[in-house]
């Protein structure tokens, strides 16, 4: 099972549909990194999965929405500035 980190980022105006995308990225095993974007394993499959999913958001209204497939290197190659914040503590999806 070959995986390769997936980051999804996102702008999205309408909170109603900003809340329904994190839900669905997060219920597909993606961990929130910042308050608009999304990363974690996923398998080329699961990764078709997601996003098919997302471009069925996209037809709701104008959104733009990125998936970015990395290798584990090249994202642990990643520069975090300032502090690295746990968007999952408290269980809340952050609008």
């Known amino acids: 099972m070959n995986q390769l980190i997936t980051l ?20 597909k095993g ?21 996003e098919a999913g997302l471009r069925r958001f996209a037809k709701v209204e104008p959104v733009n929405i990125q998936v970015y497939p990395l290798t584990e290197a090249s994202f642990n190659q990643r ?13 809340d999806i952050i609008l």
């Open 30 to 50: 993606l961990r929130r990194i910042q308050k608009s974007a999304f990363a974690g394993p996923l398998t080329s499959s699961e990764r078709c999965n997601v």
């Open 8 to 27: 999804v980022i996102y702008d999205i105006s309408s909170d109603d549909l900003r809340f329904n995308v994190a839900k669905f990225l997060k219920s």
């Open 79 to 91: 520069v975090i500035i300032g502090v690295e914040l746990d968007y999952e503590e408290d269980g």
